[in-house]
């Protein structure tokens, strides 16, 4: 079983800052891609930011410039600074991590955190 733990959401205005972190725990063999999702009220989840097991890196457009991810593989942990944050990047934010666990070593599957809400107001 693999569990991953987020922390670091809350309010803050506009133009403020946060740091979301996620680790991973449980029977883990190795983790490829770990990537932070958010999901407005009524909207679909979307991607945010990406990172692959060797620092490879995607943004969505609309966090590029603003937001950095990162990770500490030796705590399996990925990380979110966000700077000059907007409203609009009001949601619920979730960590996914694409674990290979020690318990089926033949399948890679995406686990997801519980979320943590960020709000940005005006």
């Known amino acids: 079983q693999v569990q991953l733990v987020e922390s670091g959401g809350g309010l803050v205005q506009a133009g403020g800052s946060l740091r979301l972190s996620c680790a991973a725990s449980?029977?883990?063999?190795?983790?490829?891609?770990m990537g932070w999702f958010r999901q407005a009220p009524g909207k679909q989840r979307e991607s945010v930011a990406v990172?692959?097991?060797?620092?490879?890196?995607n943004y969505a457009n609309s966090v590029k410039g603003r937001f950095t991810i990162s990770r500490d593989n030796a705590k399996n942990t990925v990380y979110l600074q966000m700077n000059s944050l907007k409203p609009e990047d009001t949601a619920v934010y979730y960590c996914?991590?694409?674990?290979?666990?020690?318990?089926?070593?033949?399948?890679?599957?995406?686990?997801w955190g519980q979320g943590t809400q960020v709000t940005v107001s005006s």
């Open positions: 990172i692959s097991s060797g620092g490879s890196i």
């Open positions: 996914n991590a694409a674990v290979i666990s020690t318990q089926a070593m033949d399948v890679l599957y995406g686990y």
């Open positions: 449980g029977s883990i063999f190795r983790i490829n891609n």
